[in-house]
């Protein structure tokens, strides 16, 4: 009975976050080269506009700090920032402009789904996708705020940031230990897991369309094109027609 305890954590902190970046890759990458035409957002502007608008504007703006807010906070090592700032100053940061964009992104979501759930026109030309993915951020989110009391609890010594940074950075560098997590509190695991599902559910919704975001930066740094006119070889008397560059 003690085993099976360890066994399920071995599974979900050592095992499954690499059967989830591997979909998560691969994934991705069978369908941009299968189905391109399903790589979209499928937005319902043209139904309604109503609440999308600062729905849409408030979940993405959360929802992109929080991603790189968490890429940053996890994956930078203690070394690094540990002469410029103090491990519980930056959990005071984290707390108070993740908990801002949290909020913000919650409020944003909220909306989306409300309008995906509620209004008609949009409920039926919906994908069941679309309204799962929609509710499972949701949740995540709704876990994430209530890991703000106990964040701010331990901001003290920020004992457990600093544990799950260490898993998050062992897992990168192919050290994955499961056992450092053992006094952690179950609202960080569960919040951990199902965002660990997120990515493994991501090449199959309309989350995609995330990758298009990130590429377009690309076009910054892409040379101007060179448009030249074409003179046509006309009998007298013709105009030459106007050329589109």
Known sequence: MNA????????????????????F?????????RDQYTWKSDSSQMLRTGTLRWGSNLFHIGILFLFFGHAAGLLTPHFIYEPFISASTKQTVAIVTGGTAGVLCFIGLSLLLYRRIFDPRIRL?????????????????????????????????????????????????????????????WQFKTHMVLGMTIFLLFP??????????????????????????RRLNLPPGHNTPPTRN
């Open 4 to 23: 099976a305890p360890g066994l399920v954590q071995n599974f979900f902190f050592v095992i499954y976050p690499y059967i989830c970046l591997a979909v």
């Open 25 to 33: 890759f691969m994934g991705s990458l069978a369908r941009f080269d």
């Open 125 to 185: 030309t919906s994908h069941r996708t679309d309204l799962a993915i929609l509710i499972i951020l949701w949740v995540q989110l709704c876990l994430g705020l209530l890991t703000l009391p106990l964040s701010f609890q331990h901001r003290a010594d920020a004992h457990q940031m600093l544990i799950l940074a260490d898993w998050a950075q062992r897992i990168v560098t192919l050290r994955p230990d499961a056992g450092m997590l053992a006094g952690i509190d």
């Open 204 to 229: 199959f919704s309309r989350l995609v369309h995330v990758w298009s975001g990130f590429a377009s930066v690309v076009y910054l740094f892409r040379p101007y094109q060179v448009a030249r006119s």
